[in-house]
């Protein structure tokens, strides 16, 4: 049977790479194939070990350096074809130049077709790859492939592939409010709306879709009697979009005995959120609400989200979601192009308000296939060159590399840092630990762990509190 090395390079997030378990699942309902997913190990030595007859690579764009030395590496010690997917290639589909084969897009069918290549003609011809949609190959990309719908066609993720036991299913925050075992899921694929920063839309289309309520519970149902998860980060772009699937999720939930046994975190727009979807969220066990709230300035959020949301929506949002008794989170953009002081200290007004209990404070950073990213490219801060140094783009503090605003933000900077780290402190405090973490904690497995890793524990603790 052909084996295929599915290779995520993310070392260190807890959610576990499940865009590579959809590949491997799609794959193993259309075909014989024998998928290892190399994740969380050295990762050269696993794909190796693994013989491989395949290997894919998984990169976003702060990922490609990385991509691109491991295919080098791979080059010298296997003989098979590689191949690099996900929003890098998506993006810049001339970068293919270390692979053999760019898979654009959405990869399910794409990867399931340049399989059966590879299989029939035991290895990948360029000429033959010409006839396949939705790839990058030297010199040339096909015809993009239109997307899976309905998307339930693809089936849950190949978890079991994964490292759940030992990597994704130990307990951390998976919100700041508590600390406890739980898992990332997805129940719609894409976004209708453009927001300058985000190159979400430019990789799914601006049409969103949405798994079934059933597919979606059953995910749930599974994840619960199989893996023991009781909370689950949603994380699609637009989880309550559609009222009457969020309905009937609430009620397949109460029938298969669920309700008020799992809890969520999910991500929500401002302008699409009212009493009748916080009633919902409520009654199907969210306890948290993450929203982009990104400014509280008029003018900048209309920057970054065009006419579609206002600051008043922002504002009202928070407030609604407060009401109904969920925590909030709210994550801002700063470093915009215009941006005054008056603008800053509204978005600063809108962050230390009560309604907002975490902050995620972001820099504006330019991402390929967005106006931005054209923007950066006219003022000399990034290019499309594949030798790029695409590291840069992974900012998670105040990095001038391409800073696109006009202000001098350093003294701004430490000021909303201040009050991201004073909200932190704040929840430390309501920290709860439920049943789920106490049972893992008192597993006689842990405590052998533990017991021959305890000048590790300190460092486990610092990471597990830095999310
Ligand atoms: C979850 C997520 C994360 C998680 C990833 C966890 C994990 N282990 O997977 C975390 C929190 C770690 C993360 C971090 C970051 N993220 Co992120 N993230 C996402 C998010 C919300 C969902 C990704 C996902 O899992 N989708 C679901 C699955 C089904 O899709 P997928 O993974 O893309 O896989 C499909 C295809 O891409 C393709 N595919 C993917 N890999 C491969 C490999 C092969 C061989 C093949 C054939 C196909 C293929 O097929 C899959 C099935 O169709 C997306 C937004 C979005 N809606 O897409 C942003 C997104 C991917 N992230 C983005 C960014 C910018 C970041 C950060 C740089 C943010 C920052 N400043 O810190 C960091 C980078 C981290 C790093 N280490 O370098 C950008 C990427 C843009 C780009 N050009 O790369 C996105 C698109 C959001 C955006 N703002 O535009 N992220």
Redesign the pocket.
């Known amino acids: 049977m052909i084996r295929l090395a599915?290779v995520?390079l993310?070392q260190t997030?807890s959610?576990?790479?499940?865009?590579?378990a959809?590949?491997a699942s799609y794959l193993r309902k259309n075909m014989e194939i024998d998928v290892v997913i190399v994740d969380k190990e050295d990762l050269l030595a696993g794909t190796v070990r693994s013989k491989p007859d395949a290997v894919?690579?998984?990169a976003?764009?702060?990922?490609y350096p990385v991509a691109r030395s491991l295919a080098r590496a791979l080059r010298q010690e296997l003989e098979v074809p590689l191949?690099?997917?996900?929003?890098?290639i998506t993006?810049m589909p001339s970068h293919v130049v270390d692979f053999d084969v760019g898979?654009i897009g959405?990869?399910?069918q794409t990867?399931l077709e340049v399989m059966c290549l590879i299989e029939m003609d035991g290895g990948l011809s360029q000429d033959k790859l010409k006839l396949i949609k939705g790839v990058a190959g030297h010199g040339f990309v096909t015809e993009r492939r239109g997307l899976i719908d309905p998307i339930d066609a693809i089936p849950y993720p190949a978890r079991d592939l994964l490292r759940m036991k030992d990597v994704y299913l130990v307990p951390r925050r998976l919100d700041f409010s508590k600390f406890s075992v739980g898992t990332t899921l997805?129940t719609s694929r894409g976004c209708p709306y453009d927001c300058t920063f985000?190159?979400?839309w430019c990789?799914?289309g601006r049409k969103i879709r949405f798994h079934s309520a059933g597919y979606v519970v059953g995910e749930i149902k599974e994840l619960v009697d199989r893996w023991h998860v009781k909370e689950f980060l949603i994380?699609d772009?637009l989880f309550a979009m559609n009222l009457k699937r969020l309905e009937d999720i609430v009620n397949k939930l109460g029938e298969e005995g669920l309700r008020g046994e799992v809890e969520f975190l999910a991500l929500g727009r401002a302008n699409l959120i009212n009493d009748k979807v916080c009633d919902l969220l409520k009654r199907m066990g969210v306890r948290t609400m993450g929203f982009g709230l990104e400014s509280g300035s008029e003018k900048t959020l209309s920057f970054l989200k065009g006419k579609s949301v206002t600051v008043k929506q922002n504002w009202d949002a928070v407030r609604l979601c407060k009401k109904y008794g969920f925590n909030v989170t709210g994550s801002f953009i700063i470093g915009n192009p215009g941006e005054t002081e008056e603008d800053l200290e509204q978005t600063y007004k809108l962050m230390a308000s009560p309604y907002i209990d975490f902050i995620e404070l972001n820099q504006l950073?330019p991402?390929?296939a967005t106006e931005l990213w054209d923007f950066a490219k006219s003022k000399g801060l990034v290019d499309d060159s594949p030798d790029f140094d695409y590291t840069k783009?992974?900012?998670?503090h105040f990095k001038s590399d391409f800073y696109l605003g006009d202000l001098d933000i350093k003294t701004y900077h430490k000021w909303f840092e201040k009050l991201e780290v004073l909200k932190r402190q704040k929840n430390y405090r309501r920290l709860t630990i439920n049943l789920a973490f106490l049972k893992w904690i008192f597993n006689p497995a842990f405590i052998k762990k533990a017991m021959r890793h305890l000048n590790e524990i300190p460092t486990y603790i610092r990471n597990v509190f830095r999310h």
Request: net charge negative; with cysteine.
């Open positions: 599915l995520s993310n997030s959610d576990p790479p499940l865009g590579l959809y590949l894919g690579i998984s976003m764009s702060t990922e191949m690099l997917g996900g929003h890098h993006a898979i959405e990869g399910e990867l997805f985000c190159s979400s990789f799914w994380y772009d950073t991402l390929p783009l992974f900012v998670t």
